[in-house]
């Protein structure tokens, strides 16, 4: 997952291309970390589901121990692996029978709904940290939205907010290459103002020519705020599927 040696990861999050909608370290502090980011995608919650769980489609190469994302696997049950197969080498100067790696194990898997799964990905697992990657499945009007979720705590010998920064970075390609498979719904820039209005301590706009917020009209994100994991598994409380 995240084989390389931490600068060169660093330099990848920093090129990475984008995530279709969000993504950011939500929290940070001495004990761990929270990468949260979200997109959303045109296809229905049941395709979202196949290809989630079929990571060899979309988990980025780089990011394999084998380099090659045909070796990875999945098995969406409780207790199922995310697994990557080490192919043996057989070459007339070396060979080498075939290995393996878990990458994660799932904790919890609703159809179409969420899949979560407990591990230390790439560098973490020399480290006696536990993390929960927790993803989302929810339907919404522009099509399915996936939020994804990976939180991570523990001793590590990493500074907190250099390995979170990499982290993020890697989640976000992984994320994005499974948009790009989906077909990800575009989303409008945010419009910067050309001058931004001086404040006053209290945060209000001293210019009192400003249009008033009060008769304006709420923009889209004003009106779709940003779900919480918490906000998606209360659906599955209320339908007494989950804890």
């Known amino acids: 997952m995240l084989k390389f040696r931490l600068p060169v990861v660093l330099a990848a999050a920093a090129l990475f291309v984008p995530v279709p909608a969000s993504a950011e370290v939500v929290s940070s502090g001495p004990n761990g970390f929270v990468s949260r980011h979200e997109a959303i995608v ?9 290809a989630l769980i079929s990571p060899s489609g979309w988990w980025a190469a780089e990011h394999t121990w084998s380099g090659d994302s045909a070796n990875l696997t999945l098995t969406p049950q409780a ?42 990905l790439g ?69 910067e103002p050309s001058e931004a209005p001086a404040e006053s301590a ?10 008033d917020p009060a008769e304006s009209e709420p923009s889209e994100a004003e009106e779709a705020p940003r779900p919480s994991i918490d906000d998606v598994f209360g659906d599955l409380a209320e339908d007494g599927a989950g804890s």
């Open 202 to 211: 209290e945060g209000e706009a001293a210019d009192a020519t400003l249009e």
């Open 42 to 50: 045109e296809a229905n919650p049941r395709d979202v589901w196949l």
């Open 123 to 191: 560098p973490l697992q020399s480290e006696p940290v536990t993390g929960i990657l927790t993803i989302a499945i929810s339907k919404v009007d522009e099509g399915t939205r996936i939020v994804w979720e990976y939180n991570v705590g523990g001793a590590m010998r990493y500074e907190i907010p250099v390995i979170a920064r990499a982290v993020d970075g890697v989640m976000g390609v992984q994320l994005t290459g499974l948009a790009e498979l989906l077909g990800p719904v575009a989303t409008a820039p945010v419009e």
């Open 79 to 120: 207790g199922g692996c995310f697994c990557e197969k080490i192919p043996e080498v057989n070459e007339p100067d070396r060979f080498t029978l075939e290995g393996s790696v878990e990458h994660m194990r799932v904790i919890q898997a609703y159809p179409e709904v969420a899949l979560r799964m407990q591990g230390a």
